[in-house]
């Protein structure tokens, strides 16, 4: 994958993080707010002030996650991001951080 490859599929994956979170908001009574600074994504659980933050890291073409339950990386492997520690893909992941901190089950799946 070359730089402009990785670059442009990570902001893809912001953008649909984004996109379900706010769906999230919308639907439910989770009071969900999401920000972003260039790479980094921070959605904020306003109930209970806690955050996921969701960044790519070109230099290694991966994405990581830092959320209650600890830091995660996520390389690119047969068109998913997994897990470069214990092979879990990235969306089922990420649903089930946010399942734990939003308080009810959240699922969450990529838009490619």
Known sequence: MTDSEFLALAESTLDNIESAMEQVAE??????????????????????GTKIIVNSQAPMKEMWIAARSGGFHYRRVDNRWINTRDGSEFYEALSTMASEQA????????AG
């Open 27 to 48: 639907d439910t009574d989770v009071d969900i707010e999401c920000s972003r600074s260039g790479n980094v994504l921070q959605i904020e659980f306003a109930d209970n």
């Open 103 to 110: 308080g009810i089950p959240l699922t969450l799946r990529d």
